[in-house]
């Protein structure tokens, strides 16, 4: 066998499907010949790499008994002797298997893929309703935190506020640190309507106007405002709280729904 024709069995050789014979005689043309010593080396190195890539995937035993039946009688029309040179029956089953082989790992990988894709979306999908989650959980923290902060005031005064003819059962209560800041919480005030706020307000003399100490940032469940830092009102009487348009205003101008003295 020429160098030529020992080139062609490389890749077979490099599957270890290469035997008896064959496999001899291409082993001792091998240590003399090192185009086709390294063209069995680059097979080798990409079976390796395919290797944990694709999920191995055996051909059905009844597939294998027709492909191999089949290479029988190509091998029976071979003795029939015609131009060119006959492939040997081995290597024709060999490749016949490798193309059914191949036509599996295609649909394996392709199922594997849609399956894989499908799992990345509901993970999207996870993700995101987790970062909501946690972004609403570090919002309460820190609403915690804020509000102990102020409790924990030495100079803290509880306040506490009465309905008023819009909602005459709703309540609230202040804890107000002049030091520190104020916490503010309500029962049954009225949901909040479209384009309004809620915003608390400082009562003073009466010929001093009320001074704005926030807007309420209510929550679904009921209501609370929180603001830190200092906030020193000299002259303070009483806390109210009014219905304002989205964004708060300077001075009071809506239905004034809780009120409380100091
Ligand atoms: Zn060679």
Redesign the pocket.
Known sequence: MS?DD??ELSGVYALGALEGQDRVRFES??AS?A??AAEVRALRAVGHGLAPIVEQQDPPPALRDRVMARAGASAAEDAVPRRGPAMPRWLAAAAALAAVSIGLYAATLRVRIQTLEIELSDLRTRAVALERDLERVRREADTARGAAFVLAAHDVLRIDLAGQPPAPSATGRVFWSPSRGLVFSAADLPAVPPGRVYQLWVLRGPTDPPVSAGLVHSEPSGTGILSTGPLTIPGATGLAVSLEPEGGVPAPTGDIYLVGRI
């Open positions: 160098h020992l080139r043309h091998l010949c185009e086709c």
